[in-house]
């Protein structure tokens, strides 16, 4: 994947409940997405 690949792609390479549970470590150490480079998982 390149680094400005749209979030449905990147959704799509992990299960739903492999997203949530990104998404919710994603909220819990990075909640103002400093780390955003590359395939971004945004928090929720």
């Known amino acids: 994947m ?3 690949e749209p979030i449905e ?3 799509a390479t992990f299960s ?3 997203f ?3 998404q919710v ?3 819990r150490y ?3 997405n400093v780390l955003r480079k ?3 998982i ?3």
């Open 2 to 4: 390149q680094a400005d």
């Open 9 to 11: 792609r990147v959704r």
């Open 16 to 18: 739903t409940e492999a």
């Open 20 to 22: 949530e549970r990104l």
């Open 25 to 27: 470590l994603k909220s």
């Open 30 to 32: 990075d909640p103002t």
């Open 38 to 40: 590359n395939q971004n």
């Open 42 to 44: 945004p928090p929720p």
